[in-house]
Structure formats: C-alpha cells, structure tokens
C-alpha cells in the first residue's frame, strides 16, 4: 500500500478505471460490482448516460466517464466492463467501469488535483495513491448533482426549453 504525504486519516477506499482513468469512491458508498446484465439504452442521451439497469428490484441510471479522444466504442455483448453500483443521498446509480483491477485500498486521501477528473460533472474531493499511480476519488453525491445538472442541460438544450440555470435557446411564442 502506497501512502501520499500529507493527507487525511486512512480510509477504505473501492480503486477501479473508468474509461482507463484510474479512479475511487469510499468503499462505504459501494452497493456492488455487478456484471454489465441488460442495459436499456435511452435513445437520444448525452453521451455520459449509459443507460437504464435493475439493481435489487430498483431501477437505476447507469453513467459513464466520456471516453479519451481516439478510444474506440466497446461493441454490444463486450465483457470487459462492469458496473459499479453506488449509493447516495439522491439515490443509487451506476457507474460504468473496467472490469480488470477493481481492488480495495485503505490509504489517506490527499487534496484533489483537478486534472484527474474527468470531464461532464464528475467531482473528485482527493487523490489516493496505489502503486505510483494517483487515483481520482469521486465526491459521490457532488458527482451525481454535477451529472444531473449536465444531463438537464443538456435535454434542455436538445428539447429548446429552459433548465434551471439555463436559459431558454429558442425565443417564447406569442400568445
């Protein structure tokens, strides 16, 4: 177990990639890590929204960090992602994952760094060091506010129609 200096005081942590971001959440935050299963896919989302699952009876929104420029698309019935199930006070939600190298780590978090976070509303509170490489460690519940605020933005603007903290694109008729 790598520490960083400084830091808070040691803490269990769920270590995974997302996208081949290295990346975390509190452990205590994880419902599970579950096979991808069946996926309802919504047409005309943003890009972050995977898609619709169950999870112990619930209907679930399912997110994914967006990919690095280049990185291919994995095709329908690809095995080498899971889903990481996370609780939080607005509910639960999935989050698409790498399979290969989910591992728990107890280790202090140091303060974020903001290059580590992926773009479209993931908010990370610190960094948690394994093997030489800094994980990015999601705020849950900051994430899933910043991931619905994206998502309203963006209906908001496919729908023309205002958002709070977005203003309507298209002019109001007259009536």
Request: aromatic share 4%; glycine share 14%; charged share 20%.
């Amino acid at each position: 177990m790598d520490e960083p200096i400084g830091g808070g005081p040691p803490r269990a942590y769920c270590l995974f990639s997302c996208e081949s971001r290295p990346m975390g959440v509190p452990l205590e935050a994880v419902a599970e890590v579950m096979e991808p299963g069946r996926l309802v896919r919504l047409p005309l989302c943003p890009k972050p929204v995977r898609g619709l699952c169950t999870c112990r009876g619930k209907i679930v929104p399912v997110i994914g960090a967006s990919r690095p420029a280049g990185e291919p698309i994995p095709p329908p019935g690809d095995r080498s992602g899971a889903l990481l199930m996370l609780r939080s006070a607005n509910g639960p939600w999935g989050l698409a994952i790498d399979r290969a190298g989910v591992t728990v780590e107890v280790a202090p978090e140091s303060p974020a760094a903001g290059e580590l976070a992926p773009p479209g509303g993931f908010v990370v509170s610190g960094t948690v060091q394994r093997g030489g490489i800094p994980h990015a460690i999601l705020d849950i519940d900051r994430t899933w506010k910043g991931l619905k605020a994206e998502i309203d933005r963006w209906y908001a603007a496919v729908l023309g129609v205002e958002s709070p903290g977005n203003p309507s694109p298209r002019p109001a008729r007259a009536g």
